[in-house]
């Protein structure tokens, strides 16, 4: 019975939560910095959820934009109920909508959990583009390294140096936020295509079911009409 319980529970965490790294213990989490961003899209089912873990260091600047593109089944709630939970299990911020941009500082070393909750629609699923990392200001510290003693080393360096350092980071900083911003216009071209997708659809569907009205209307017209000039040949005419 044991066995069998655990079973179960490590089915069900395979089965709701995916990592977007490999699982480390305590003592490789200095070392460790992670991918910096992801984006994708992902189809979250009627009632379900999906979550995702990320690590980020003390000091980061996490993001998460997500955009709900389009609907299945007998769905028709857009909106998504998106969470944001540190490493010691927090809730840091959450969202109820269609379409969501989140912002932190990350306060904690670790992996942050963001999950995707689908429970507004019970009879149909959503697919949704998501996209989330962690940009670092400067350079996180580790192997025992403090930011002290970087700061101790970059005095060493000549002020022309520190300069360009400083104007490359900017420009680095500047440059993922542009790819921020052309991300999301990716998400907003791909809702776009499949509205203009549905509306397609849609006009096909009624311009079929009116021009089929259209000629039993007409043809109904011609017997009515044929009836009102119906004469009997038996009997004598005038």
Request: with cysteine.
């Given at each position: 019975?044991?066995?069998?319980?655990?079973?179960?529970?490590?089915?069900?965490?395979?089965?709701?939560?995916?990592?977007?790294?490999?699982?480390?213990?305590?003592?490789?989490?200095?070392?460790?910095?992670g991918s910096d961003?992801?984006?994708?899209?992902?189809?979250?089912?009627?009632?379900?959820?999906?979550?995702?873990?990320?690590?980020?260091?003390?000091?980061?600047?996490?993001?998460?934009?997500?955009?709900?593109?389009?609907?299945?089944?007998?769905?028709?709630?857009?909106?998504?109920?998106?969470?944001?939970?540190?490493?010691?299990?927090?809730?840091?911020?959450?969202?109820?909508?269609?379409?969501?941009?989140?912002?932190?500082?990350?306060e904690v070393t670790?992996?942050?959990?963001?999950?995707?909750?689908?429970?507004?629609?019970?009879?149909?699923?959503?697919?949704?583009?998501?996209?989330?990392?962690?940009?670092?200001?400067?350079?996180?510290?580790?192997?025992?390294?403090?930011?002290?003693?970087?700061?101790?080393?970059?005095?060493?360096?000549?002020?022309?140096?520190?300069?360009?350092?400083?104007?490359?980071?900017?420009?680095?900083?500047?440059?993922?936020?542009?790819?921020?911003?052309?991300?999301?216009?990716?998400?907003?071209?791909g809702k776009d295509?499949?509205?203009?997708?549905?509306?397609?659809?849609?006009?096909?569907?009624?311009?079929?079911?009116?021009?089929?009205?259209?000629?039993?209307?007409?043809?109904?017209?011609?017997?009515?009409?044929?009836?009102?000039?119906?004469?009997?040949?038996?009997?004598?005419?005038?």
């Amino acid at each position: 019975m044991l066995v069998q319980t655990l079973l179960i529970l490590v089915g069900s965490q395979c089965l709701w939560a995916r990592k977007s790294e490999p699982f480390l213990g305590e003592a490789d989490a200095g070392v460790f910095r992670g991918s910096d961003k992801y984006d994708f899209a992902i189809e979250v089912p009627a009632a379900g959820m999906e979550c995702f873990w990320h690590f980020a260091h003390q000091s980061g600047s996490f993001y998460l934009t997500f955009m709900v593109q389009w609907v299945t089944g007998m769905a028709n709630n857009h909106r998504l109920f998106v969470t944001v939970n540190s490493p010691n299990g927090a809730l840091i911020t959450l969202k109820n909508e269609a379409v969501g941009h989140m912002n932190f500082q990350t306060e904690v070393t670790g992996f942050y959990r963001l999950c995707l909750n689908n429970h507004g629609n019970q009879f149909g699923g959503v697919r949704v583009f998501v996209s989330f990392g962690v940009i670092y200001e400067g350079t996180v510290a580790s192997d025992g390294v403090m930011e002290k003693e970087e700061e101790e080393e970059r005095k060493v360096l000549n002020n022309t140096l520190a300069s360009i350092e400083e104007s490359i980071q900017k420009l680095q900083n500047r440059i993922f936020h542009m790819w921020r911003h052309y991300n999301f216009a990716r998400m907003r071209k791909g809702k776009d295509h499949y509205l203009l997708e549905s509306n397609l659809n849609y006009v096909d569907w009624w311009s079929a079911t009116q021009s089929v009205v259209i000629v039993l209307s007409g043809y109904l017209q011609l017997l009515v009409l044929k009836r009102l000039f119906y004469t009997d040949s038996s009997r004598p005419r005038c």
